[in-house]
C-alpha cells in the first residue's frame, strides 16, 4: 500500500504501510535476520486481541516474547530494567533484533531497551495505535518516565524498519483513537495547506473509515514527520521543535493528572492552549483562532479538571526538559503552518489562558 523512506542522518529506514504484514514482515526478516533470534516485546491488550496474527509474526525462526501491561506507570526505570533482565536470561544478544509490537508505550520502552541493550541492537516498531501509527514509531525517540516528567530518561535510537498494520485499528477504542487525532491535529497545525483543510473539514474525526486514515492521512502525516526528523533528527537545530507543538502544556496536564489523562487528549488540550495563548499575545488573528477552536471542539474534550491551576501547571511545566534558562518554552502557532518554535509568555498571560481559558 505504501512505502515512505526516511533518510535519518543516523539510519535510513523504510515505513512500510500493508495490509498483509504477516508476508511481509515473514520476507523482511528472512532478508535481514536470518537466523538470528527475534525478541518480541508485545502489549497485552493488543496480545489478547490479535494473538492469532502475532503467532504468525513469531511463526519463522528462534524467538523470545516479552508481554507487558502499556501504562504511564510501567513506561519506568523498573519496567526496563525487567526487560533487559528478560533479555539476557532469554540469551538475547548483539544480532538479535528486538520488535516492539504496541502504541507509543511499548515502542518508546521497547525502543530504550534496543537503544541500551549490548550498547544498541536493531529494532523494528509494528505500531498498533493510531497514536503510534502517526507520530511516535517514527523519529527515533525512545525512554521513560521518571521522578514524575515524562520522557525524561532515553536515547535517540532510530528503528530498523516500522510495518503499519491498519488491522490494528479495527480493535482500538474511541478513547485511544481520540489520542491519535491529537497528534494528528498538531500534524494539521504544523503543516497548513491541505491537510489542516482535509481534517478540518472533517464532521465527525472519531468516525471516519480506517481506510481513509489508512489511505490518506497516516501516510502524510508520516511523511511530514519524516521530513522533519531527516532535517533535524536530535532536535537540535529548532526544526524538530515544532513537533512540540501544544506538548509543554500537556505533558504538564498529563504528569498533574496522574496520568489519567492520556498523552494525545493532552496534546488536543495542549493545542488549544497553545492557539489561545497565541491569540493573547497577538501572534494569531482571530478568525484562525476561532477555525481551530472549532475544530478541537469536534473532540468534545472534558471540562478542564479543578486540580489544573496556574500554579500546578507552573511548577510541572518549569522542570519540562525542553525549556531553557529556567524559563518555560513554548511551541506557538501562529498560522496553520506557520509554527514559532521557542516563545516565553508574560506570567499574566499564561495565567490567565490556563485558569480562564475553556480548555
Ligand atoms: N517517541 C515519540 O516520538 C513519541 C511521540 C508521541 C507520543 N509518544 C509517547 O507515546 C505514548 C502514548 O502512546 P499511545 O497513545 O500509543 O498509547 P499506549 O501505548 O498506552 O496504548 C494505549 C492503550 O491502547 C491499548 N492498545 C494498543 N493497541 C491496541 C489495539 N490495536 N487494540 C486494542 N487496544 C490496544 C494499550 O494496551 C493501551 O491500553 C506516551 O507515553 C507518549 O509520551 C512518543
Same mark, same amino acid.
Request: glycine share 10%; proline share 9%; hydrophobic share 30%.
Given at each position: 500500500m505504501a512505502d515512505i523512506q526516511i533518510n535519518a542522518p543516523s539510519g535510513k529506514y523504510s515505513v512500510i504501510i500493508n495490509d498483509d504484514i504477516a508476508a511481509v514482515f515473514s520476507g523482511f526478516l528472512d532478508k535481514h535476520f536470518k537466523g538470528k533470534k527475534r525478541y518480541f516485546v508485545t502489549d497485552s491488550n493488543v496480545l489478547k486481541d490479535h494473538s492469532e496474527l502475532i503467532n504468525r509474526l513469531r511463526a519463522d525462526g528462534e524467538s523470545e516474547q516479552y508481554c507487558f501491561e502499556a501504562s504511564e506507570n510501567n513506561k519506568s526505570l523498573q519496567s526496563l530494567s525487567l526487560i533487559l533482565g528478560d533479555m539476557v536470561s532469554k540469551k538475547i544478544n548483539r544480532d538479535s533484533i528486538l520488535i516492539a509490537i504496541g502504541g507509543g508505550i511499548t515502542g518508546d520502552i521497547a525502543g530504550f531497551a534496543a537503544a541500551v541493550f549490548a550498547r544498541g541492537i536493531s529494532y523494528v516498531h509494528i505500531p498498533t495505535t493510531l497514536l503510534a501509527m502517526v507520530? /511516535?514509531?517514527?523519529?527515533?525517540k525512545t525512554g521513560v518516565n521518571h521522578g514524575g516528567i515524562k520522557n525524561i530518561t532515553g536515547a535517540f535510537h532510530q528503528p530498523f524498519a516500522v510495518f503499519v498494520y491498519p488491522? !490494528? &485499528?479495527?480493535?482500538?477504542p474511541t478513547e485511544e483513537k481520540l489520542c491519535g487525532w491529537g497528534e494528528i491535529v498538531k500534524y494539521s497545525l504544523i503543516t497548513g495547506g491541505d491537510l489542516f483543510e482535509k481534517v478540518a473539514g472533517i464532521a465527525e474525526p472519531l468516525k471516519i473509515d480506517d481506510r481513509i486514515l489508512s489511505g490518506e492521512i497516516i501516510p502524510e502525516c508520516i511523511r511530514i514527520k519524516g521530513g522533519i526528523v531527516e532535517k533535524d533528527e536530535k532536535e537540535v /537545530?529548532?526544526?524538530? #521543535?515544532? *513537533?512540540? &507543538?501544544g506538548h509543554t502544556f500537556a505533558h504538564g496536564i498529563e504528569s498533574l493528572s496522574g496520568y489519567q489523562i492520556k498523552h494525545g487528549v493532552a496534546v488536543l488540550y495542549g493545542c488549544r492552549l497553545a492557539a489561545g495563548l497565541s491569540r493573547k499575545m497577538n501572534l494569531m488573528d482571530a478568525e484562525t483562532y476561532e477555525r481551530i477552536k472549532t475544530l478541537i471542539g #469536534? !473532540?468534545? *474534550?472534558?471540562? #478542564? $479538571?479543578?486540580? *489544573?491551576t496556574f500554579n500546578s501547571m507552573r511548577s510541572v511545566m518549569?522542570?519540562?526538559? #525542553?525549556?531553557?534558562?529556567g524559563q518555560i518554552s513554548f511551541v506557538l $502557532?501562529? *498560522?496553520?503552518g506557520e509554527i514559532l518554535p521557542e516563545i516565553t509568555a508574560p506570567e499574566n498571560y499564561l495565567k490567565e489562558i490556563i485558569e480562564n481559558g475553556n480548555f
Open positions: 507520530d /511516535s514509531s517514527i523519529g527515533g488491522g !490494528f &485499528l479495527s480493535t482500538l /537545530s529548532g526544526i524538530r #521543535k515544532v *513537533l512540540n &507543538l #469536534k !473532540f468534545s *474534550l472534558p471540562a #478542564k $479538571p479543578e486540580y *489544573l518549569i522542570s519540562d526538559k #525542553k525549556n531553557q534558562d $502557532p501562529c *498560522l496553520p
